[in-house]
């Protein structure tokens, strides 16, 4: 569901190119790893060390890339939609190859690899099930897939994906609510099976961060999910 339904912050709204084109210059000083890696850190199905090669899906400008490469020595390949950030994610050097192109048609041969990552890019996509598939499709069977997103009851609560431009307006980047069990469903449908969940919530460690979201404490904000292709 598009999350203009729920929006109660009411910024003008640009769409993903256009606002991750901007939002790289200050991206990373702005996004809270207690969003996504304080979840990746917390799970436990996950062996990465044991990875064979890796893909990680939405990559931007490889936070989540960088953060895999102290877990293990698989090569990482990425994809992203917008050029600007995948820029950034290349002066890193992490990635084995970098690709422009929508998670929902990668490009990329079937079945290549065991383990794929997404962080903080499903809101951006009006429909799952497509990304499931596509995944489903560039993963081995037995493979992983750990999809960490923000949390729908949080963007129900009214506060979209946004930031502030260079000119100071503060804008949205245009998001949609999936239901946790809408990924169960997509998942079911294209061949995954879930092996773990978690869910971050607005907590002290946030709070010291964004002190303003104490209307928000104990809200889930973010949640990890960990899936077997069969
Ligand atoms: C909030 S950033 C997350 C980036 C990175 N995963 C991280 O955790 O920092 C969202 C990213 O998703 C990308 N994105 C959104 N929709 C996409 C799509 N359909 N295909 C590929 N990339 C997409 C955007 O370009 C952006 O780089």
Redo the contacts with the bound molecule.
């Keep these: 569901m598009d999350h203009s339904h729920f929006d109660k912050r009411k910024y003008p709204i640009v769409d993903?190119?256009e606002g991750?084109g901007e939002w790289v210059r200050n991206?990373e000083q702005i996004?809270q790893d207690e969003m996504?890696v304080r979840l990746f850190e917390r799970l436990q199905s996950v062996d990465w060390s044991a990875a064979q090669s890796i893909l990680?899906?939405?990559?931007?400008?490889g936070?989540?890339g960088t953060w895999l490469k102290t877990r293990t020595a698989a090569p990482i390949d990425g994809?992203?939609?917008?050029p600007e950030?995948v820029e950034v994610a290349r002066a890193k050097n992490i990635y084995r190859s970098l690709h422009i192109?929508?998670?929902?048609n990668t490009g990329l041969p079937a079945e290549a690899y065991d383990l794929c990552t997404?962080?903080?890019?499903d809101e951006?996509?009006p429909d799952i099930k497509p990304l499931y598939h596509e995944v489903a499709r560039v993963t081995q069977k037995g493979g992983h897939f750990v999809i960490v997103g923000f949390h729908p009851q949080f963007l129900m609560a009214g506060v979209p994906?946004h930031f502030d431009r260079a000119s100071g307006e503060t804008v949205t980047i245009r998001s949609y609510v999936h239901l946790l069990s809408d990924h169960v469903k997509a998942a079911h449908a294209a061949g995954w099976t879930l092996l773990e969940m978690d869910e971050g919530v607005i907590d002290d460690a946030w709070l010291q961060k964004k002190p303003k979201w104490h209307i928000y404490r104990g809200t889930p904000v973010s949640f990890a999910m960990v899936w077997h292709r069969d």
């Design positions: 993903v190119r991750y991206y996004v996504d990680d899906l939405a990559c931007g400008t936070r989540i994809v992203d939609i917008t950030m192109a929508d998670v929902f997404q962080s903080l890019a951006h996509m994906t």
